[in-house]
């Protein structure tokens, strides 16, 4: 009967994909609720890799359901080109596998446009954004003009929309952003195909979750971006156009909150970012390669959806505090603490200096953030390869005092801490580690 809720807890790729995943062996259905394809999210089994965008990660457990909630944005054309993918690795993605809320907003060729136009017309001040139509999407549906999903199963309703929604785009392509309009008859002629493709899959999200929570199933939310990309409690405008803190999970999905047990944030043992925006221990040069890796691996900072380099940093707790207050944490999942293996040092970020004085709480104004000094308390490394460790007592000591250094400081258990993209790849720690 349990809501179990997985979110990023810095700025999106902190390893979401990877847990819930893990994490979805224990449940009945995983449910997506913010965001759209500007999530990537990876999940490593057996060596095989699934990068995956709209659908959520426990579809590679087939005793999982997984719903696309409400609160998401959804480009048909991305969501069936993931189905195929899927399907032809042998994956179950038919409609008794994988449901669609009829609340769900669908994303047009016109929102990508607009969001193309829009970055370019902003110039330096650009948000960077993943370019796949979100901002524009999520207006819409705030504008109370949007498209839901629903529409999908209604041809002759869904071309009225699509023929009011792309004219009013036109305008606004053509006559603000002196851009190419959209090709009215031929988004109408794609969106008819889809439709066909995707209406068996549309439910009524929040009744189809409730019985099954009355039934005792045992639901996993699965988080898209992260905390500090949230609309209202991110770093405001460089953000996405969603709520991706834990409360997303509840409008996003239609459940109340007397359901939720586990509030789950996952943290990079270091720090991430794409796209614009401030990052107060943002590192440069030889010390940001070490993290980011040169792209050999699959897991180097490379986005999952654009590729673009990650900008990387050491670990933040001021960060950190924000994100277990907003999201009412319940625990914290440490990912890629294998990356930090041979480095003599690591700084963590235990304070910001402002002014001469020690501030308590991350700012939500840009321009104190921007005068931050991250004050740093340097810890010990290790030397050696953790990506076979599978106990605690397999950790190095150093590694182990890293982990109780960040639950001590942040007041919060670290339940697991990940070594590796792989399934396996995971040290679980019992409560008693590192309880405060
Ligand atoms: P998400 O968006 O939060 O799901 O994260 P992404 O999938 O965008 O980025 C995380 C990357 O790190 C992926 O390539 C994962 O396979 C990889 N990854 C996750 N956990 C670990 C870990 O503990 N160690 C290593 N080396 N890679 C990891
Ligand atoms: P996952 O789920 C990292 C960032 C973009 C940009 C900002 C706004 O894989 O963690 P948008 O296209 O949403 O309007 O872009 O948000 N962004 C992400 N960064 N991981 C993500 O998702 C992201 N989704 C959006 O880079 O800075
Ligand atoms: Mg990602």
Redesign the pocket.
């Known amino acids: 009967m349990p809501l179990d809720i997985i979110i990023?807890a810095q700025?999106?790729?902190e390893g979401?994909g990877r847990i819930t995943d893990l994490l979805a062996a224990q449940a009945d259905i995983v449910a997506r609720y913010s965001?759209g394809d500007?999530?990537?999210?990876t999940v490593t089994v057996a060596g095989e890799i699934f990068k995956l965008h709209l659908i959520p990660s426990g579809i590679i457990h087939e005793g999982v359901t997984c719903l696309i909630g409400n609160g998401v944005v959804v480009n048909p054309a991305v969501l069936l080109k993931e189905i195929d993918a899927l399907t032809a690795r042998g994956v179950d993605v038919t409609p008794s596998r994988l449901k669609l809320s009829r609340n769900a907003h669908l994303i047009t060729p016109a929102h990508i446009a607009l969001d193309a136009a829009s970055e370019q017309a902003r110039g330096k001040a650009a948000?960077?954004?993943?370019k796949?139509g979100?901002?524009p999407a999520y207006t819409d549906k705030t504008a109370r003009v949007g498209l839901r999903a629903g529409l999908l199963a209604d041809e002759a309703y869904l071309i009225e929309a699509l023929r009011t929604h792309i004219q009013a785009k036109n305008e606004l392509l053509t006559r603000i952003y002196g851009v190419e309009p959209v090709a009215e008859t031929a988004v109408i002629t794609q969106y008819i195909e889809y439709a066909r493709r995707l209406s068996p899959y549309l439910v009524d999200s929040s009744v189809f979750l409730d019985n099954a929570l009355r039934n005792g199933r045992t639901i996993l939310a699965e988080g898209?971006?992260?905390t500090f990309?949230d609309l209202d409690h991110g770093t405001y405008p460089?953000?996405?156009?969603s709520n991706p803190i834990a409360g997303g999970a509840l409008t996003g999905l239609g459940i109340g909150p007397k359901h939720v047990r586990h509030v789950i944030g996952v943290t990079k043992a270091f720090t991430s970012r794409?796209?614009?925006g401030p990052f107060p221990t943002e590192l440069e040069g030889e010390p940001a390669l070490r993290l980011r890796g040169t792209g050999a691996n699959p897991w180097d900072e490379y986005g999952?959806?654009t590729g673009r380099p990650r900008r990387v940093g050491w670990l933040d707790l001021v960060m950190l505090q924000h994100a277990i207050r907003v999201n009412g944490l319940t625990e914290l999942v440490l990912t890629k603490l294998d990356i930090l293996s041979g480095l003599s040092e690591i700084p963590v970020c235990t304070a910001y200096e402002y002014k001469g004085q020690q501030l308590k709480h991350y700012p939500s104004d840009l321009r104190i953030l921007a005068d931050c000094q991250p004050v740093y308390t340097v810890l010990p490394g290790w030397q050696e390869e953790i990506t076979q460790a599978r106990e605690w007592a397999d950790l190095p000591e150093n590694a182990r005092q890293y982990i109780l250094f960040v639950a001590k400081t942040a007041e919060i258990p670290v339940t697991m801490a990940s070594v590796g993209p792989g399934r396996q790849q995971i040290v679980t720690l019992s409560p008693a580690i590192t309880r405060h």
């Open positions: 990023g700025w999106g790729d979401k965001g500007n999530a990537g999210h948000i960077g954004t993943t796949r979100i901002g898209a971006q992260g990309l460089f953000v996405t156009s794409v796209g614009s999952t959806t």
